[in-house]
């Protein structure tokens, strides 16, 4: 559980409640649909890159090394750098939460979270701090989101309806959505944690697909209540701002304590994806010298520090949290090909054989994601 929450967490950030929020205004009701089929993919991908982690017992950069030299320094650098952009939006959302819940400039806000962060990484027992953290805070996200959803009044009829018959599809949101859930960093976060925790080898690939699934359900939950609380929204023919378009949500949803509460939501997500980010990307560095694995917190502090700098210096703008989701939808086809072509190399997994049902989910994900990505980079061009 702490693994899915650490995953789902990650995933639930600034940047997943700014997209979902820009995407239901623009697609409305057919955006159900888009969440369907990103839930499916975000399966597809997960389920087979957690167990091709817990059977070889190896973490991906390792694996990508064995299955050709230099392919995991190429896998760790896109990332580690998917996951710095992320996490600058992460440390701005910190900072944007505290100052909806207190008034405290953003600036100000992103360094004392920044500060929490690093205390959660400096405990004794930082593995079970950082899961109960990820477990607390994204079931208070949850709950809280419930309530403005409620309060929306969303057309949940209309809803259902173009979930599974849309009066449009978008490529771009697609690869966004699948992006800001599995993509980049996100889909090795909780891999990577059962690896720490021991949780490995085929005994324990049914706590794995556990793990992995329900990570996907909390993400899921978390994005369909936000749609429906947009969705209520938008069409009582609230007017969304668009500066800051989720928060919009809660305030005209639910008034000054609807706008509270995204200040909890906000930092909250933000927070958890901080701690996330940090640790996840660095755990593609632990593995490649012992100095790295020797003074790996060193590492994640100097990551949190260096994006709360960056943050500080540049600002957070609304479309470069769009932008990066859309880009870590381009970085999982390629992770994800890593991990399906090594788990067929006998020389990584012994005898094991993995499913090919699972196999050929994969292969489709990758072929799915790949062309969708394509599509979205010639949008961009255009």
């Keep these: 559980m702490g693994a899915a929450f650490l995953m789902a967490t990650s995933a639930i950030g600034p940047g997943f409640l700014t997209q979902t929020t ?23 991908a997960q389920m087979n890159i957690w167990r091709i982690l817990a059977i070889t017992e190896k973490r991906a950069q390792d694996l990508a090394n064995e299955l050709l030299p230099g392919l995991g ?72 989101t419930i309530y403005v959803a409620f309060s929306s009044h969303p057309p949940i009829a209309d809803a259902i309806q173009h979930s599974f018959l849309p009066t449009t599809i978008n490529t771009t949101a697609i690869v966004t959505l699948v992006g800001g859930t599995v993509g980049g960093y996100i889909c090795f976060a909780g891999g990577h944690r059962l690896l720490d925790a021991g949780i490995k080898g085929e005994a324990a690939l049914p706590e794995v697909n556990k793990s992995a699934v329900t990570g996907i359900i909390i993400t899921a939950i978390m994005r369909f209540v936000l749609f429906l609380a947009a969705l209520g929204v938008i069409m009582h023919g609230g007017i969304l701002d668009k500066m800051n378009p989720p928060a919009s949500v809660f305030k005209l949803a639910a008034g000054e304590l609807g706008y509270r509460f995204f200040g909890v939501v906000m ?97 489709f994900v990758v072929i799915v994601m790949s062309y969708m990505g394509f599509d979205t980079i010639r949008n961009w061009i255009n």
Aim: with cysteine; glycine share 10%.
């Design 73 to 144: 320094y190429l896998l760790s650098g896109l990332i580690v750098l998917g996951g710095l952009a992320f996490n600058i939006g992460n440390i701005g959302g910190c900072g944007l939460g505290l100052n909806v819940l207190s008034g405290l400039d953003t600036a100000y806000g992103a360094i004392i979270s920044c500060i929490i962060a690093l205390f959660i990484f400096w405990m004794k027992e930082a593995g079970k701090m950082m899961d109960q953290f990820t477990k607390i805070l994204g079931l208070l996200m949850i709950v809280l």
């Design 22 to 44: 820009v995407f239901t205004e623009k697609l409305l009701s057919s955006f159900g649909f888009v969440i369907i089929i990103s839930i499916l993919l975000d399966i597809g």
């Design 267 to 363: 930092w909250s997500a933000a927070i958890t994806s901080v701690v996330g980010a940090a640790y996840t990307s660095v755990s593609f560095l632990r593995t490649f010298h012992p100095w790295s694995e020797k003074n790996y917190r060193w590492l994640i502090s100097f990551f949190i520090v260096f994006s709360t700098g960056v943050f500080l210096f540049i600002g957070n703008p609304v479309k470069i949290l769009i932008t990066v989701g859309a880009l870590n939808g381009l970085i999982l086809p390629i992770a994800l090909a890593l991990m399906l072509a090594a788990v067929k190399k006998t020389s990584l997994v012994g005898n094991y054989k993995h499913s090919t049902v699972l196999l050929v989910i994969g292969w």
